[in-house]
């Protein structure tokens, strides 16, 4: 009834996060109400990204250079990695502004479930790049039983390097209410508090 | 941060109905992830839709062909014509299969508060396909102010056409409880009772 090009759009569409296949027809009818200043404008985008956009070599990150802008700048701190699980977890960082140094991207955590084993993660690609330079690993996986035992995993790999390997502390959110936090973050910010 | 393309990228998606900034970024991140599988394909059928998709010149329908092919169909009723808001709504009816007849899009609604007057509308256009074959007009604005001004605007205007000019019926909608509807919606559905 839509002709099958609208068809195939609301098809693709519904196949993105978050979108089912209402909003996909919201959205598709919106695209082409739009034509002129949305549609066209988001296929050149797409194809600009799909053409330019490619993963570091380095790190895993997603950029239109490679090495990406992260490890090819002088002015990040070389003697520190950051090890997240994919590319959003990088880009949360840095949003923070919070890391100056550079990041290592594993592509997923360890999953007896999904079948997902450490030779999957690559970790080996990772050992590769701690040379003398480097004298700290951040893990900042999730603070899932997936991203914690993937977080030990790494912890124990890179033992024998003799390197510093942290991980991000788990506490109250900034902000946060104790109200709605779950008793395993308050015993966690209990159990690592300071003194004033 | 994210480099020029996956920015602009986000920019625009965040333009999209229902997404957001953050939701924007989920959807971009999982467009790079996909990129062989999802966003090139997307690329290709928005490029599609935009090269082959136009507004229908008989009745405002969005369609590859003009006549749309519910204009062209000798199968549909074309003694009865339903008057729709938008192309959404116009779907909606189709996706309903319970009016065989032709359509008639407005693209918009009576409106002083967006400045949208009758001229608007091109109702001109709308009385122009009144040869002597329609014998009614449906009326199928939502059932919102704007909307029932619009129709009532429209049952005037076609007053001395000499045809019935009709509205969809208010009332209970199938398998809504009275709990949850407003009070205007049990007034509208007791006036409009009927006998078993």
């Known amino acids: 009834m839509v002709g099958p090009e609208i068809e195939r759009l609301m ?3 519904s196949r993105l996060p978050g979108l089912g296949p209402r909003s996909a027809r919201r959205v598709a009818l919106h695209l082409v109400e739009k034509r002129e200043t949305l549609l066209l404008p988001l296929a050149k985008a797409l194809s600009a990204v799909g053409d330019s956009v490619k993963t570091c070599s380095v790190c895993g990150n997603f950029d239109s250079v490679d090495p990406c802008s ?4 002088p002015r990040r701190d070389q003697t520190i990695l950051c090890v997240v699980e994919g590319v959003g977890s990088l880009w949360a960082m840095e949003r923070a502004s919070v890391f100056s140094g550079r990041y290592h991207v594993l592509g997923g955590l360890l999953s007896a479930l999904d079948g997902i084993g450490p030779d999957d993660l690559g970790l ?4 590769a790049r701690l040379d003398g330079s480097i004298r700290e690993v951040v ?4 603070a899932t039983v ?10 124990d790999f890179l033992a024998d390097c003799g390197i510093t390997v ?3 502390a788990h506490g109250v ?10 008793d ?10 300071r003194s004033f």
């Open 184 to 193: 395993g973050t308050i015993g966690a910010a209990l159990r690592a508090r």
């Open 70 to 73: 992260i490890c090819a700048d």
């Open 166 to 168: 942290s991980g991000l």
């Open 139 to 142: 893990v900042a996986t999730p």
């Open 173 to 182: 959110p900034v902000g946060g209410e104790l109200d709605y936090l779950d």
């Open 124 to 127: 080996g690609r990772l050992r």
């Open 11 to 13: 098809q693709l569409l």
């Open 146 to 155: 997936e991203g914690q035992t993937t977080a030990h995993y790494i912890a």
